[in-house]
């Protein structure tokens, strides 16, 4: 114990904030001279201020990347750094999304340009039989098609009856029919690359190796080159800021992103054409439209998430640093699907996933409007085994506001994170302004976020209620941008999502989000499912109507076993592998009563759960004396870790009033209180009832309290 007090008062550095710092002051030096001289300020000044380390990356020129004497710079910006104990990380583009290099990558190849496949309907129905002549949009040609109404009807492909100009001549069968088209062009106008907060300027096709071996080649290999000695000692991490695929935006027509070699990929994995697919997903149209749609975006998601972030990866691992940075929209479920095919699928292949929150107000921290997005990520890392997940924090929209946040919403923003299970803070904040908030503050904050880093790596979250990402039912129900990628079912689906999410927050219930891989993976093992370490005792599925073949019959042994199985606002009806299979629908009719049946928002739901699980720990209001199933703590952030024979308990205050409760400790044990702000331990009020312990709980506006409990 006192070792870990000694931690705990005075955490090592590592554990503090990494401000990015894209420039170290190059810009108007005279010469090198006052460039260095600039550099040693400003890193001693990071480092007086108790930073962890420090984000940073090449000066960008017009010369980029040929020019030495900047590659140069980032060795000295290096050495100065270990001289001083400052850990980095590099920040691997000129601008984002990463991947182009600040354009060098498309200079150097044009052919990586990011390419898609847009669909074009024309809105007349025509009826059959007649001759029919149309011309069709810019762009090559990949398919024309006759998509009948009468869904027992094969789609006609009718490609072959164009001419070198894009004139379509063929007959309309019987029946009534609508022309689509599919045609290749570049992923350019009206997608985020001319929207960006940087300068536009076209995108790399992710979905291509090659495209991503040039980016790392341009960036990536002359960091080390230049910076090698510090590999895996000083410098920790490449930061890759929001790539995503480039097909959403204001694009002419709805569109995917492709690759020139998909029809021979997709025909080779699955036994049919990649056309049925594509039309399936552009237009809900024909038979087996789920199996289509679903066959369709797992495919993109393994191109994307292998080629262009199992690349990275592979790079990074095998020089010796972690992966890292974070995705674009993390918190909107129904982008998942067009930006990366699956989020979930993509983190898997970063060492230290991360996020952005772009939000310090702590009111909109807690907004119920979206999934709780650092826990889906920092979930990935629990499962998977992985110690650090990341956080780009700044306070963007604030001051895009014009309004600058007070210390204690920083606090509470930090406070947000570690809750939530992020423990790396790579930051924007404006913390250097002296007219605001003075050095005395600074180090306070780095010094809390430390204390916090010290304690929440302990262990491991100690988690047993998995929630299952509704990625199959998503494919089915979103379109690529601009085509149904906000129809009412999906709408419905990701509520749900949202919905359980928040509720067990404010319920102070531990748990993770996994997929449909985890879950085929896990071990059964009596009542529960084991996946690495992790043992759920309680399987969430929110608002999914689709599901794999093997992912039910898994389902059903689980609920056999003893399993908890809460299905929310549905039962699963469909099987993945083709409306002619009727395993999904069957397994959870067999079910029947063996599984909980609610909506995300019935407290009798949560009664359920209580009884499923049998917390040994449990956050109980001031009003709430006795330890109800339905008590809610709303503003209160919980995060539990198991070590060996000791818990750590980490509570926090995201309201402006004070919070009074009793938190219950079944079974008894001794119990600590650190404070993270002083750095100090005190013994808690507590009383005992039989071998239960009720721990006095009081937390000001926005703090946080720590409880060691052996």
């Not at 020019?67 to 100065?80: F, G, L």
């Not at 019959?553 to 908890?564: H, Q, S, T, V, W």
């Not at 539990?640 to 919070?659: E, H, P, W």
Request: hydrophobic share 35%.
């Amino acid at each position: 114990m006192k070792e870990l007090l000694k931690g705990f008062k005075e955490p090592e550095r590592s554990l503090g904030i990494y401000p990015i710092v894209h420039d170290m002051g190059r810009k108007g030096c005279k010469d090198s001279s006052e460039y260095r001289q600039r550099v040693d300020r400003r890193l001693q000044r990071i480092h007086d201020l108790g930073y962890g380390g420090v984000v940073y990356n090449i000066h960008y020129t017009f010369d980029f990347p040929e020019n030495e004497s900047c590659w140069e710079d980032t060795a000295y910006i290096r050495e100065k750094a270990e001289e001083l104990g400052l850990k980095l990380w590099i920040y691997d583009e000129n601008g984002y999304p990463s991947g182009t290099a600040g354009g060098a990558v498309l200079e150097r190849h044009p052919e990586y340009e990011a390419k898609g496949l847009f669909y074009y309907s024309y809105w007349m129905v025509q009826s059959g039989p007649s001759d029919y002549r149309i011309e069709a949009p810019s762009g090559r040609l990949f398919g024309a098609y006759l998509i009948p109404e009468d869904p027992s009807k094969d789609i006609v492909n009718i490609s072959h009856t164009a001419d070198s100009r894009g004139v379509l001549r063929f007959k309309i069968p019987e029946g009534r029919h609508q022309i689509a088209m599919l045609l290749e062009r570049e992923l350019y106008d009206g997608t985020p690359c001319t929207q960006p907060w940087c300068p536009p300027r076209r995108y790399i096709n992710p979905l291509d190796k090659r495209a991503v071996s040039e980016f790392i080649n341009v960036t990536h290999e002359n960091y080390y080159r230049y910076n090698k000695e510090g590999f895996g000692k000083s410098i920790k991490a490449f930061f890759m800021d929001e790539p995503m695929l480039m097909s959403v935006g204001n694009t002419p027509y709805p569109a995917v992103s492709f690759r020139e070699d998909f029809p021979e990929k997709f025909k080779a994995r699955y036994g049919y054409e990649i056309d049925r697919a594509l039309i399936a997903v552009f237009s809900g149209k024909g038979r087996d439209v789920t199996k289509l749609r679903c066959d369709f975006w797992d495919f993109i998601a393994d191109e994307y998430s292998r080629n262009f972030y199992g690349t990275i990866q592979d790079w990074c691992r095998e020089h010796g640093v972690s992966s890292s940075g974070h995705l674009m929209e993390e918190e909107n479920v129904l982008s998942h699907v067009v930006n990366y095919g699956s989020f979930y699928r993509c983190i898997k292949h970063m060492d230290i996933p991360g996020i952005d929150q772009l939000r310090s107000v702590p009111t909109e921290l807690m907004k119920r409007d979206s999934i709780p997005f650092a826990r889906l990520v920092s979930s990935a890392a629990d499962v998977f085994g992985k110690r650090e997940v990341m956080s780009e924090a700044p306070d963007h929209f604030s001051r895009v506001d014009r309004v600058q946040v007070p210390m204690d919403w920083i606090r509470a923003s930090m406070n947000w994170h570690y809750a939530m299970g992020v423990n790396v803070i790579t930051s924007y904040y404006g913390l250097y302004n002296r007219d605001y908030f003075s050095d005395e503050e600074i180090a306070e904050l780095n010094d809390y976020v430390k204390r916090l880093g010290f304690i929440l790596r302990k262990g491991e979250r100690l988690s047993r209620t998995a929630i299952l990402l509704p990625e199959a039912s998503l494919w089915d129900t979103v379109g690529p941008a601009g085509k149904g990628g906000r129809s009412g079912k999906a709408e419905k689906i990701a509520k749900t999502l949202v919905d359980i999410s928040w509720g067990l927050l404010d319920r102070q219930i531990e748990f993770d989000y996994i997929d449909e891989g985890v879950l085929g993976e896990a071990a059964l093992c009596q009542d529960s499912l084991s996946f690495g370490s992790r043992q759920y005792k309680l399987l969430i599925l929110p608002g999914i109507h689709v599901l794999n073949r093997t992912s039910a019959l898994k389902i059903k042994d689980f609920a056999e076993r003893g399993g908890k199985v809460a299905c929310l606002n549905t039962l699963p009806q469909k099987t993945r592998e083709g409306d002619d299979d009727s395993t999904v629908k069957n397994v959870f009719m067999e079910l029947g009563q063996g599984i909980i049946y609610a909506d995300a928002d019935d407290p009798r739901l949560y009664e359920e759960i209580e009884v499923a699980l049998l917390r040994d720990v449990k956050l109980l209001p001031d009003e709430r004396r006795s330890p109800a199933a339905s008590a809610m703590s709303p503003n209160i952030l919980s995060h539990v870790r198991q070590d060996s024979d000791t818990k750590y308990i980490f509570l926090c205050n995201m309201a402006g009033a004070t919070y009074r409760g009793r938190l219950l400790l079944k079974g008894g044990g001794e119990v600590m209180a650190l404070d993270p702000r002083l750095g100090d331990a005190f013994a808690p009020e507590y009383s005992k009832e039989g071998d239960d312990i009720y721990v006095e709980v009081n937390l000001k506006p926005y703090a946080g309290q720590i409880f060691v409990v052996k």
